[in-house]
């Protein structure tokens, strides 16, 4: 069967672009103009102009700006759970971590989520799936991805747990510093 919809071919969603040796420019993929950066290297010369970027600051700055798009997409394959009558629709992902875990690192994990401001919501819900696990809930993918890399989690999509690969590039944590490594005998 062919399809009716013809193919698309995405562009780049924003693009950096040298105007003229005084301004760099920022377009979208329709070539709308989303910024404009000047800059003035020959400042040494003249007594006005020194407020200006220079073109490699201006240039450095353009390139962040046009990877904003990158920043604000969602990673594949870090779905939110879907509709469920107790889950808030604000907080739409959902990781589930281990019991025996949380037991035995709670003091890791919530020193953790409060030095890297990762919010740290249990909702309650227990899953027994070969083992006990317990759910947290996110508003923001990246957090919940955090965490749920940090901590050796589960994804949830529904009722069931879901495997993503882990992202390339992801950021890490801040490492909490002279932390003492667990020991069982402390558990008694």
Aim: with cysteine; aromatic share 14%.
């Amino acid at each position: 069967m062919v399809s009716s919809q013809p193919t698309r071919h995405f562009k780049p969603p924003w693009t950096l672009i040298r105007e003229n040796s005084e301004c760099y420019t920022v377009r979208d993929a329709n070539g709308v103009t989303v910024a404009w950066l000047f800059c003035r290297d020959d400042t040494q010369r003249y007594s006005f102009g020194a407020c200006k970027l220079t073109s490699d600051e201006a240039r450095r700055i353009g390139k962040a700006i046009s990877r904003i798009p990158e920043f604000m997409s969602q990673r594949q394959g870090f779905y939110p759970r879907g509709g469920g009558p107790r889950w808030r629709a604000d907080r739409p992902y959902h990781v589930a971590l281990e019991d025996m875990y949380i037991l035995e690192h709670w003091s890791e994990i919530n020193a953790l989520c409060r030095l890297n401001s990762l919010p740290f919501n249990a909702t309650g819900e227990v899953i027994q799936n070969e083992g006990v696990w317990r759910v947290h809930e996110f508003t923001w993918q990246m957090d919940a991805i955090l965490f749920w890399d940090r901590f050796q989690g589960r994804w949830l999509r529904g009722s069931e747990f879901h495997y993503p690969e882990r992202p390339k590039n992801l950021p890490s944590l801040k490492p909490l510093e002279n932390w003492p490594k667990f020991n069982p005998r402390d558990m008694r």
